[in-house]
């Protein structure tokens, strides 16, 4: 199936990856340069409306990082939830 990239949230993302929490600076460590066996992974990727923390296009997998931003909002979040 298709990802589809939303230039409309290009601005957002990288306001994102500059102010990024603790949490996704240490995730992000061990992913950046290919450190995860090998694999490419993207910050703060927009796909669809979406803004997904990392993103791995060779296995199509997301990685969300939830934090306090996510307290009381586990419906909201039910709703964001996609697969492909």
């Given at each position: ?29 061990m ?32 990685i ?21």
């Open positions: 199936m298709k990802i589809y990239y939303n230039s409309k949230l290009r601005a957002l993302s990288r306001k994102l990856r500059n102010s990024s929490t603790l949490s996704e600076v240490l995730v992000w460590n992913l950046k340069s290919k450190k995860m066996k090998g694999y490419q992974f993207m910050r703060q990727k927009p796909i669809d409306n979406y803004l997904v923390d990392f993103y791995c296009s060779k296995l199509k997998l997301v969300e990082i939830d934090g306090d931003s996510h307290n009381q909002k586990h419906a909201e979040d039910k709703i964001r939830e996609f697969r492909y």
